[in-house]
């Protein structure tokens, strides 16, 4: 009996010890991770690398610890330089900061806390950035990590476009189109997935599917004069610039290019930039023309626009000074 309760007072002890233990490892790494974050926000990263180390060695498994992984893995990107690409010391710089990321992404991704959550996707971020072409240039590592952050939130589009950059990077295409419209589709409402879209198909000479997409955003915010203006762009670009263009093509995009200013003006007739673009297209369409006495009036048409459109740029600029 006397062995049993001896047992147990011993066990008591040693409990209650390795509780002491931890509390002082716990407290221990929050000193540490203040004292880390403060160096942190000077910009004092060769300071705030082995405090966050001692954080998290003190406690590993505590909520600092698992914050501090991300800010030691900056700590070290921070560090890093560019322009010393090749000097191992400085190479070493980035390889921990992907071990830390990673470290990061995999505990805080997993944490119930919204704040650690945000924290892991910053990691993830981070990890894919610490792969591209300036800093450690391995897409192959990048696009699982760009797969998991699909996964984890399939309604955000930043991943998609980031692997589908990857992909147009890399020369496959098919991939690269397929990852654009699913990164349009996962939110349709944001106009950014149209002109990523066009964006990409811009890129690649599509200039009818660049229309396209463009034409899809306008067609789902139709009281927005800037859609409708982007469309006008794009067809002054092609008109100005491709020189392989027939006549009646050029002729063609440039009357579409004003219908579409048109309808931004319309919707707001002191759009400045709007009319700037107007006038841009009635001078390519004064260009093409054969009657004098039209491309004359085209011309002081366009003349008139600038005119208006300089006169608004002055009321706005005395407007935000008084």
């Known amino acids: 009996m006397r062995s049993l309760v001896g047992t147990s007072l011993v066990m008591a002890m040693l409990a209650l010890g390795f509780v002491g233990c931890s509390k002082v490892g716990e407290l ?7 004292a880390a ?30 914050q501090a992984y991300f800010f030691l893995g900056n700590s ?62 391995d897409p192959s590592k990048a696009e699982p990590v760009l797969q998991k952050m699909i996964q984890a939130e399939p309604g955000e589009p930043t991943a998609y476009f980031q692997l589908a950059k990857l992909y147009e990077d890399a020369g496959v295409y098919d991939a690269a189109e397929k990852m654009y419209l699913a990164g349009k589709d996962a939110k349709p409402a944001s106009s950014d997935g149209y002109m990523q879209v066009a964006g990409y198909y811009n890129r690649q000479g599509q200039f009818d599917k660049t229309i396209e997409a463009l034409e899809q955003r306008a067609k789902r915010e139709p009281n927005n004069p800037e859609a409708f203006y982007t469309i006008s762009t794009f067809y002054w670009d092609k008109a100005f610039r491709d020189a392989h263009l027939k006549e009646a093509e050029k002729k ?12 931004a003006i319309q919707i707001k007739p002191d759009y400045a930039e709007a009319l700037v673009y107007k006038g841009l297209l ?20 366009a003349d008139k626009l600038r005119d208006k459109a300089n006169e608004l740029r002055k009321q706005k600029a005395a407007g935000s000074t008084d």
């Open 252 to 263: 063609d995009y440039v009357l579409k290019g004003i219908e579409a200013v048109d309808h």
């Open 37 to 66: 974050n403060a160096a942190y926000q000077q910009q004092d990263y060769k300071k705030a690398v082995p405090l966050y180390e001692e954080a998290i060695t003190s406690a590993p498994d505590t909520q600092a610890a698992h």
């Open 76 to 137: 070290y990107d921070q560090q890093y330089k560019p322009s010393k690409k090749g000097d191992a010391a400085n190479d070493q710089l980035l390889t921990r900061a992907v071990d830390n990321y990673s470290k990061a992404a995999e505990t805080l991704s997993a944490s119930n806390d919204p704040a650690d959550k945000k924290l892991g996707k910053l990691s993830l971020d981070y990890l894919v950035a610490a792969y591209g072409a300036d800093k450690l240039n």
């Open 282 to 301: 009635l001078r390519l369409q004064a260009n093409l023309e054969k009657d004098p006495a039209k491309q004359k009036q085209l011309l002081q048409d």
């Open 28 to 34: 221990k790494a929050m000193k540490a991770f203040k």
